[in-house]
């Protein structure tokens, strides 16, 4: 309940945060709305950006060795952005792992307007709501320039676009999974992804290495659906495996067993 009022009181400061602007935003060209899968493509890591702490920093201070889920949102929007960050901590809180511990998380503006105030606003909200309110903790929210955004949305294969006449930005709603080097590893659609999916979308990106070793032999029976974006067990085909196994071992000894016997046999 106390996290759920958290994210409401963020909503609410964002809301004000919003009416507070009287500038609009400058375009950021985007093309068409979409989400084009880049997998294996290489983020840059020398992008510039600034932290919500108002330090400059770059892309690649944030892949440590562990893998990374990065959204792509801005503060000053009050739906799909807001449904997206809120639906990821509800996923964060269901999940054992914890965040800088098996993986970290970035958010990036795609306003180059809005400013590391802005960010810390709503990073502080978002914690709160985690129940990980440590300055520490390794979910950046990052501001930069059009050309960091254009960038880094480009190798990931994000097409947004800017509304000039809404003040607003067209976008879709997914997270993008990372390898710890920066490669594209998987992508979860939707605004808020099931704490499993998540869990094996980590678990893939970072190769196996982390979670526990029980961790590790349950989400090695799940393998990636590419036509329902899903993650699903292959138990079965596992057990089918195993089946024609069986049976060709039994077919084998049941052959010996005929050959010997047939050669017991007086000519």
């Known amino acids: 309940m ?3 009022l958290s994210l409401a009181a963020l909503v609410v400061m964002l809301v004000g945060a919003r009416s507070a602007r009287a500038e609009a935003p400058a375009a950021v060209p985007g093309g068409q709305v979409d989400i084009v899968e880049q997998l294996g493509e290489q983020v840059p890591r020398s992008l510039p950006f600034v932290d ?6 770059h892309l690649g201070d944030y892949l440590a060795g562990r893998p990374v889920v990065l959204a792509l949102v801005y503060h000053r929007c009050l739906g799909l952005c807001s449904l997206l960050l809120a639906g990821l901590t509800r996923s964060m809180l ?4 914890r965040v800088g511990r098996e993986f970290d998380v970035v958010t990036v503006s795609i306003d180059p307007d809005e400013t590391p105030a802005l960010a810390a606003t709503s990073r502080a909200g978002y914690l709160q709501a985690l129940g990980a309110a440590s300055p520490d903790t ?6 930069g320039p059009a050309a960091s955004i254009d960038a880094l949305a480009g190798a990931v294969g994000f097409r947004f676009q800017y509304l000039e006449g809404q003040r607003q930005f067209a976008h879709a709603a997914a997270l993008f999974v990372l390898t710890p080097d920066g490669r594209v590893s998987r992508y979860l659609y939707g605004v ?3 704490p499993r999916q998540l869990k094996a979308a980590l678990f893939e990106a970072s190769g196996g290495r982390v979670g526990t070793s029980f961790d590790r032999v349950i989400l090695r029976c799940f393998a990636w659906d590419p036509v329902s974006r899903r993650y699903q067990l292959f138990l079965t085909r596992y057990f089918r495996g195993v089946g024609l196994l069986i049976l060709a071992a039994v077919g084998t000894m049941l052959a010996l067993l005929f050959r010997h016997e047939r050669r017991r046999r007086p000519t």
């Open 94 to 97: 269901a999940l054992d792992w």
């Open 138 to 143: 390794r979910w950046a929210f990052l501001t």
């Open 52 to 57: 919500s702490a108002g330090h400059a920093v």
């Open 192 to 194: 808020e992804p099931p």
């Open 2 to 4: 106390r996290r759920t």
